[in-house]
């Protein structure tokens, strides 16, 4: 029998599907503070539209937001987000995901991970006093991202807190017109498609980097706070060392997809409020840098 946490996972998995290519990979040291917020504006003769770099778990201390985010989202009829967030509270979509995050019946993780990342999951487990049998019947990404929910989870840091849920709620309280970028199938098939490899690659990845949450989600923090994108692009950029395909998949595709229906908001007679996770709009490929290919101006607060 899976442990009860395993049962309220699904409602986790799409704050992570972005959160979880934020962290792995990220212990490094990390560059000054710029003074800067998360924010930025592009501005037409008609409107505007913000471009808020989200972030998918925080805690209760993080409340209030800074007030230029509320501004943004008060000055906007229109509020986007990555994917449909009321279809993915739906129960056929929660269904869908326990289905996808167990392994075929008969089957356990013990038979799919390598033996080195089997032995560092085992060590792990021990040393936090958990058993096996817990996880055993869980895919090896989910099993990555069930352990680090548990550790943020010690600390605070809960995706009830995170912007999208925060934003998301307020635009349905004030019956704003509300886009998603992405249906939930393309989201969460970004997981679902992960080969035997890339999944034992990402849960190894996973356990080598738990040691230093304590340390780590709080300096990403500071980087999101201050609209650092310079050196959260380095962090993705690492994170994704020796894994062109899948950097692709999680970010450069995904961001083009997503500029045409971004870009079709300039200009519109409502102002907008586009909400993605942080990793998108830095970077060359990134979604900011996309917009200035093509002549905006985008403007930092």
């Not at 586009?274 to 979604?287: D, E, R």
Request: hydrophobic share 40%.
């Amino acid at each position: 029998m899976l442990h009860r946490c395993h049962h309220k996972l699904p409602a986790y998995l799409a704050v992570f599907v972005c959160l979880m290519v934020f962290m792995i990979g990220c212990g490094q040291a990390f560059g000054g503070q710029t003074g800067a917020k998360c924010l930025w504006t592009v501005s037409s003769d008609r409107n505007t539209v913000y471009l808020l770099g989200s972030i998918h778990l925080l805690s209760r201390w993080d409340y209030p937001l800074d007030e230029d985010f509320e501004a943004a989202y008060r000055d906007s009829g229109i509020i986007v987000f990555e994917t449909d967030l009321a279809q993915m509270d739906r129960p056929e979509t929660q269904t869908l995901m326990m289905q996808q995050s167990l392994l075929p019946k008969g089957r356990f993780i013990r038979d799919v991970l390598t033996p080195p990342t089997l032995r560092m999951l085992e060590q792990y487990l021990d040393g936090q006093g958990l058993d096996m049998v817990q996880f055993e019947g869980l895919r090896p990404w989910v099993c990555a991202l069930t352990l680090t929910m548990l550790e943020l989870r010690k600390r605070g840091y809960l995706p009830r807190y995170g912007i999208d849920r925060y934003f998301y709620q307020n635009a349905r309280r004030d019956v704003k017109k509300i886009i998603p970028l992405e249906s939930v199938q393309d989201q969460l098939a970004l997981f679902f498609e992960l080969g035997r490899m890339e999944q034992d690659a990402f849960l190894k990845r996973t356990l080598a980097d738990l040691d230093i949450v304590e340390t780590l989600f709080p300096e990403m923090l500071t980087l999101w706070k201050t609209g650092d994108l310079k050196q959260l692009d380095k962090i993705m950029q690492s994170s994704f060392a020796g894994h062109p395909t899948l950097y692709k998949k999680f970010l450069t595709e995904r961001n083009a997809r997503w500029l045409p229906i971004i870009e079709g908001l300039i200009g519109q007679p409502d102002n907008a409020l586009v909400i993605v996770g942080a990793s998108h709009l830095g970077g060359k490929t990134g979604v900011i840098a996309k917009l200035e290919q093509k002549g905006y101006a985008v403007v930092q607060k």
